[in-house]
């Protein structure tokens, strides 16, 4: 048996760390140029907050229900049928870790690669390689994880609370300058008639900065009382993070007008451009340093998160024997989810990733909560978490979602599409010989 590591603190930690991540600092940016004002873009991060919430309490039943690590494979093989346990692996060997990895890197590249000039490191630096300052994130993030997991983490929980101070801070300056009078900010007419099909293409990559509200089931097994604690941090970190999002970005598409936001570079360091807009480069400074250790954090937070779902799979033969773990860190599947993630970094862009990654996870985890009515019909559980609403809702938007959004970017679509599928056919690949047969 795994021993108990992990706090209810750390593990709340890891669902805030896994949230603030690349998302929340460069979505409004194109959010705002394709909805055409400040004010749609708030509505819909607000109905992005209600979803993730609804996600979340429908998550911590299933976490009250099964408490070892694995995630949505554990969930799904567990509840329906090893055939969508080993999909849901995929997804998240593929788009729920290897993807945000590599695009939380390339942000963190984004906006550390402006600071090397910066008179914050005493002294100009050569420029580096693209890709460089991201593929190091993730080699320190791997090293750490395979090291000591304990201190990796107490190193995680320090660095999280010491975001979230200047979070919070960055937060207190922006009200306080928008409130001046004399901040300067035009805010556009409403040129762009609203659309439907529109705005749930924004709420898909919307739904990638919520993507981490249920990184606390990864490590379930290995949390002090994950019955209780789970759950706990499953909730509890997301209505705090969805409290910061919102009020984050009332500052970034508040604070400069809407053709400096939606400008060149501007429209993906969206945070930078507020930053310069109420505080100049002394707060865009402070601001990069800040989005850099967010983003260092939610790297941290998946490379350790991720392996265990493949060192699960390994218990169960789904996997080759090396990537599980026993009572270890899984050293081989960190590794392995480190090269991924590189790969990755290295042949996409940002903009490509976060089409992908927020239509495919959102599907999935519509797939993993629905197995909840599942064990409700077959009296495995007692009740539905809020008289089944919050599933409900999370399923019917996830999957409203993703139609609309196929039936305007229709690429991303079909990459979720071949996602899922691999899956099936690995299973299958898998059931031919012999060894998934002990699971079903």
């Not at 995630?71 to 290897?98: N, W």
């Not at 900010?185 to 409403?190: D, H, K, L, T, V």
């Amino acid at each position: 048996m795994v021993t108990k590591k992990l706090s209810l603190i750390t593990a709340t930690t890891i669902v805030a760390a896994s949230m603030i991540g690349v998302g929340v600092f460069t979505t409004s940016g194109f959010a705002l140029a394709a909805l055409g004002t400040p004010g749609r873009v708030l509505v819909a991060w607000g109905v992005g907050s209600f979803i993730a919430m609804c996600g979340a309490i429908s998550y911590a039943a299933l976490a009250a229900k099964f408490t070892e690590s694995g995630g949505e494979y554990l969930f799904l093989a567990r509840a329906i049928h090893p055939a969508a346990g080993l999909t849901a692996g995929v997804v998240s060997m593929l788009a729920g870790f290897t993807g945000p990895i590599a695009a939380a890197a390339i942000g963190l590249e984004a906006y550390a690669s402006p600071m090397l000039g910066s008179p914050l490191l005493g002294s100009r630096m050569p420029a580096l390689p693209v890709g460089c300052i991201a593929v190091t994130a993730i080699l320190i993030a791997a090293v750490l994880h395979a090291v000591k997991v304990s201190a990796a983490t107490r190193m995680q929980d320090a660095i999280v609370g010491f975001k979230l101070i200047l979070i919070l801070g960055f937060i207190g300056w922006g009200f306080f300058a928008l409130s001046d009078a004399s901040t300067n900010r035009e805010i556009a007419a409403e040129t762009i008639p609203f659309s439907i099909p529109n705005f749930a293409s924004q709420l898909v990559w919307i739904s990638f900065s919520f993507a981490g509200f249920n990184a606390a089931i990864y490590v379930a097994g290995e949390v002090r009382d994950p019955a209780r604690n789970v759950p706990r941090a499953l909730i509890g970190g997301t209505a705090l993070v969805s409290v910061i999002y919102l009020l984050l970005n009332t500052i970034f598409v508040y604070s400069a007008p809407i053709e400096v936001i939606t400008a060149g570079e501007n429209i993906s360091q969206v945070a930078a451009t507020a930053a310069v807009s109420i505080g100049g480069t002394t707060l865009e400074n402070l601001v990069r340093v800040l989005i850099v250790t967010a983003l260092a954090t939610s790297i941290s937070a998946m490379v350790m998160t991720g392996p265990r779902v493949y060192a699960k799979m390994a218990d169960d033969g789904l996997m080759p024997s090396f990537f599980s773990s026993g009572n270890r860190s899984p050293v081989v599947a960190i590794g392995f989810q480190a090269a991924m993630a590189i790969v990755v970094v290295l042949i996409s862009r940002l903009q490509d990733l976060l089409s992908y990654l927020g239509l495919t996870l959102s599907l999935c985890s519509a797939l993993a909560i629905a197995s909840l009515f599942v064990l409700r019909f077959r009296g495995q559980i007692s009740r539905l978490p809020g008289w089944g609403i919050p599933p409900a809702v999370f399923i019917f938007a996830s999957v409203s979602l993703g139609i609309i959004a196929a039936w305007n970017q229709p690429i991303p679509a079909i990459a979720a599409v071949a996602t899922l599928t691999i899956g099936g056919i690995l299973f299958w690949l898998q059931r031919s010989s012999g060894e998934a047969e002990r699971l079903g």
